[in-house]
């Protein structure tokens, strides 16, 4: 009876190698495997998704700096009144008039396309009398490109009355042959490069130009020059 009971000890006092034998009823240490639940799903997507928009901005942020936009060129290239006159009532004066003008509109950029979206013409005469307004026509701009826009201003403006800038400038200009006609245009556009779209950009344009008389045969002769407008706010 002695000796197994000497064999169980002998082999119980040898050196074990295997891995270790945890106690029965003790937890493991090793950590254990993480689960995604519904909201870690949504927020790690959110993180992602906004770590894509940070990366656009600021992509978007360098190309616009290295190509800053260059501002839109606005030219009259015709002017011709066929109709100018000032007419007299007692206290009472109105000017009838007919304008047909062609505008060009350049983009001087390389690499931007050009969408005006909204194109309103004013005329005045004098400075003082406010003589219609037109809406242009919305179009769009390649890269390095000329649109030509043709209008036309007609009817009839009533003077306020005691006014007498609106008839002395009238008498003056009709002896030297140009009436003095100012257009003021306003625009809403976006500029485009390949699928990003710009701000709206909201300039304002100013053309003073000097139109030969209908019934002065000089200055019908001498004709109209181009102009280029002022182009203002265009940033």
Known sequence: MAEPKQQQEAYLNQPYYGPTVLPAGAESSRPSRPTLDGYSLI?????????????????????????????????????????????????????????????????????????????????????????????????????????????????????????????????????????GIRIRMYATLRLKMVVVQSVKFKPDVDCYLRIPSPTNATSLTAGFHSVECDVYNFS
Do not use: M
């Open 43 to 179: 927020c790690f997507f959110f993180k992602i998704f906004t770590t894509i928009l940070i990366v656009v901005g600021i992509v978007v942020l360098a190309l616009w700096l290295i190509y800053q936009p260059q501002s839109i060129k606005v030219y009259a290239d015709t002017a011709v009144l066929s109709v100018f006159n000032l007419s007299n009532s007692g206290n009472h004066s109105s000017l009838t008039y007919n304008l047909t003008l062609t505008l060009s509109f350049r983009n001087p950029n390389r690499k931007y396309d050009t969408n005006y979206e909204r194109l309103n013409a004013d005329a005045s005469y004098s400075n003082h009398l406010h003589l219609s307004s037109v809406a242009l026509p919305r179009f769009r701009q390649n890269r390095k490109s000329t649109t030509l826009v043709s209008t036309r201003f007609e009817g009839r403006a009533e003077v306020p009355p005691g006014d007498r800038r609106v008839e002395e400038a009238f008498g003056r200009e009709r002896d030297e042959g140009f009436f």
